[in-house]
């Protein structure tokens, strides 16, 4: 996606740790524009699936995945992070890493919005490690739904999600593809594949 990829050259800003902060476009400030067009670009590649449902995770994960939701015209489910009083039991339950609050976080998805009949798109912010990908998944599994393909708004190559997503046999498609990232070469972005 080009527009975002410029986005990321102009806004990027690499932190220690092998962090990208794209707070202005992302993680803390939206832009409409560009989240619409992630979610046309993402419903293009997951319409032909059929999706019933898109699956993501609270907090960065729930803007672009409203967008496709919309554009797909299914509703949006997303995995919280606490569990509310007012959620039904059972609920599906997996752990995982927030990688930029750092520790582990318990995850929890009603059985009220996920279940066997579901054909499941997984649309999320980052593709890092690839961790918290495998817990929503798992999740899914839980609920007996189908999975149809993962979709992230960036990649960061060099962490090898991609790489340790491969066992669930599924597509997976990013906007963005972040090569690499130095003081010295700075952020080596690429549309996304
Ligand atoms: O592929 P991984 O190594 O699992 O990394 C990607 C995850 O890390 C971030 O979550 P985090 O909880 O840090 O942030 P958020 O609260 O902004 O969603 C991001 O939103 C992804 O969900
Ligand atoms: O804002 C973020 N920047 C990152 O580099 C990253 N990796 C996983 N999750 C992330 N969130």
Known sequence: MDSLVQAIREQGVILPGGFLKVDGLVNHQLLPRLTREMGVRFA?????????????????????????????????????????????????????????KGGNVDLFISSEFLGPADRVVVIDDFLASGGTLRALTGMIELSGATLLGLGCVVEKEFEKGREHLADLNVPIHTLAN?????????????AGR
């Open 44 to 100: 293009q590649l997951f319409a032909p699936l059929n999706p019933t449902k898109v699956l993501t995770i609270e907090v960065s994960g729930i803007a672009p995945a409203i967008a496709a939701a919309m554009e797909l015209d299914v509703p949006m489910v997303y995995a919280r992070k606490k569990k509310p009083l007012t959620m039904k039991e059972p609920a599906f339950t997996a752990s995982s890493v927030s990688r930029t």
């Open 178 to 190: 972040i090569v690499r990232m130095s003081e010295h070469e700075g952020i080596v972005v690429e």
